[in-house]
């Protein structure tokens, strides 16, 4: 541990090797790019050419085993990989799951599950980009959930509803969470929860049906409803009955990967807010000699170099191969403070025109208030960080 946290390279230049040809890929796809799929109908806004580009330059098999065809690469690389997409016009939501959800399987999936789908996702013609866990009943309660998957015969019998689950009609797999049996009395409610890995090549229309929302995303995210889905034994990823531990191990990977993701769009908002400060003159001379504008500018800029370092933190953690908890709950936090206060000192460096489509600032402040809420909010995010790092009550 001691000796990971030592070689933890600190200054965020590092893996320019993977920054420079990121930022190539992310150029054909300026901030045009994705205004004009905001302009479709909603079920037209996933970013199909982006998300193609993406799978095909082998940056996101950088979690998989290279035995499996992947870059077998520390969650720090990955890492870097996502805040260079986001320190661009660009958004990863459509593509993160590639990356952080293949590592349920490479942790606990059987040796038949991994041979059969590693290699095909590695090389990007699987593709993994679905999650559905969340339900409209339970919310962030994850033992509350209704959707219930049933053993009959050879196989199991799905149904349910899940809401907001994203890119849930252009992936090949998508990772579901039901309930199998009732949780013991006086034990852990979430006991009894397992993971299903759906083929949705099949399932789409046949056990799953999806509406997509209308929502100010630069994705796609759907309420599904699943009907006498049925699913093969070997669906299940690794024991009956504790999906809810490997969704707990999964969403710590995923707070580290997002903490990266508001980190790059800190990037994106502290260089634009920067150069548009330093050109913008009034009274006679730039804005950015005005404390008004430059002051909010640097105190963002120390909040994401701190919540950059407890992201490299986390990271490490990993990498040394320990579970990183409640760090990665902090990661998560500061990030996506830090990107809303720097995102805030963009928009008030940019008066009226913030507001303008063209400057891509009101577009990315979304994306940037999208990550408080989603996946983990922050109030769950602090109650991680009370019980687990504190050792205060649990707050729910
Ligand atoms: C763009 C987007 C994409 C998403 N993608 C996915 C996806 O791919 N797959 C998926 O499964 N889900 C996804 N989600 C769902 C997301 O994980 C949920 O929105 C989140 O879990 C919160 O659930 P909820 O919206 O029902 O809020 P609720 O649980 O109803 O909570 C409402 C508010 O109350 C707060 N709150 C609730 N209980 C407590 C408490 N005990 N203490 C303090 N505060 C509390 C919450 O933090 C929140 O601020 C996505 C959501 C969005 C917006």
Same mark, same amino acid.
């Given at each position: ?124 013609? /699987?593709?993994?980009? @679905?999650? #559905?866990?969340?339900?409209? !009943?339970?919310? $962030? +309660?994850? *033992? ?111 707070? /580290?990967?997002?903490? @990266?993701? #508001?980190?790059?769009?800190? !990037?994106?908002? $502290? +260089?634009? *807010? ?123």
């Amino acid at each position: 541990m001691t000796d990971a946290l030592l070689r933890m390279r600190i200054d965020d230049t590092d893996y320019n090797e993977f920054r420079d040809p990121l930022r190539a890929m992310c150029d054909a796809f300026p901030g045009a790019y994705w205004r004009a799929l905001e302009d479709n109908p909603p079920d037209e806004r996933f970013p199909e050419d982006f998300a193609r580009a993406a799978m095909e330059s082998g940056f996101l098999s950088a979690l998989v085993d290279e035995g499996y065809g992947g870059a077998g690469l520390p969650l720090r690389v990955a890492a870097v990989i996502l805040e260079t997409i986001h320190s661009t016009s660009c958004n990863a939501s459509s593509v993160i799951g590639q990356m952080y959800l293949p590592t349920i399987l490479g942790k606990h999936g059987s040796a038949a599950q991994k041979q059969k789908y590693l290699p095909g996702i590695a090389a990007g013609d /699987i593709r993994f980009l @679905a999650s #559905a866990i969340s339900e409209e !009943d339970s919310g $962030s +309660d994850l *033992a509350a959930i209704a959707t219930r998957a049933e053993k009959r015969g050879e196989g199991w019998v799905v149904n349910g509803t899940k809401q907001w689950v994203n890119n849930a009609r252009y992936t090949d797999l998508m990772l579901l969470l039901a309930r199998t049996s009732e949780a013991p009395e006086g034990g852990d409610p979430r006991d009894g929860l397992t993971v299903f890995l759906v083929d949705m090549s099949k399932a789409l229309d046949n056990g799953v049906s999806a509406e997509v929302i209308d929502a100010m995303i630069n994705s796609n995210s759907e309420n599904l409803v699943i009907k006498d889905l049925e699913l093969p034994v070997d669906a299940v990823i690794g024991e009956i009955g504790k999906g809810h531990e490997y969704i707990r191990e999964l969403s710590e990977v995923e707070s /580290i990967l997002y903490a @990266a993701c #508001a980190s790059g769009d800190s !990037d994106f908002f $502290s +260089d634009k *807010a920067v150069k548009y400060a330093n050109e913008r003159v009034v009274f006679g001379r730039p804005i950015s000699y005005n404390q008004g504008i430059q002051f909010p500018i640097s105190k963002a800029f120390v909040e994401v170099q701190g919540a950059k370092l407890i992201g490299n933190k986390a990271a490490a953690i990993y990498d040394a191969g320990k579970r990183p908890g409640a760090t990665a709950s902090m990661a998560k936090h500061m990030a996506c403070e830090a990107a809303w206060n720097m995102a805030d000192a963009c928009f008030t460096t940019h008066g009226g025109f913030a507001f303008a489509r063209e400057y891509d600032v009101e577009r990315k402040w979304r994306d940037v208030r999208i990550m408080q809420m989603a996946p983990q909010g922050t109030n769950m995010l602090l109650a991680d960080i009370g019980e687990n790092d504190l050792g205060m009550p649990r707050s729910f």
